[in-house]
């Protein structure tokens, strides 16, 4: 059983940059990914970014290219999103999440909020 914890967040002008961390406990993470997803108010949850734990592959949604960058501490047992440039379209909450490979994220934090004024 994997539980994330994160932490981060909060209150930021366009154009500025805020970081995320998500510790994970309760088991090895080798065969895992690691995911940051977000949910605007009114929307659906949406992929943000993802890593494979082992070997560091990355991935993201479109609108967050170059902006963003998802990376991990293996030794610390935490995943991180560095957003830069952030937008106003870019509030929502944030939730870190993991999965074995290949299959469905089925682990998840509280989430925290990002808020991102114009």
């Known amino acids: 059983q994997v539980q994330l914890v994160e932490s981060g967040g ?26 940051w997803f977000r949910q605007a108010p009114g929307k659906e949850r949406e992929f943000v970014a993802g890593v494979t734990w082992s070997a560091g592959t990355t991935s993201y949604r479109e609108s967050v290219k170059g902006r963003f ?11 991180y999103l560095q957003m830069n440039s952030l937008k106003p379209e870019d509030t929502a909450v ?10 469905e994220y089925n682990y998840w934090g509280q989430g925290t909020q990002v808020t991102v004024s114009s």
Do not use: E, H, P, W
């Open 94 to 103: 944030y939730f870190c999440a993991a999965s074995k490979v290949g299959r």
């Open 10 to 35: 909060g209150l930021v002008q366009a154009g500025g940059s805020l970081g995320l961390a998500c510790a994970a406990s309760g088991g090895t993470l080798d065969r895992y990914a690691m995911g």
């Open 69 to 79: 960058t998802i990376s991990r501490d293996k030794a610390l047992n935490t995943v």
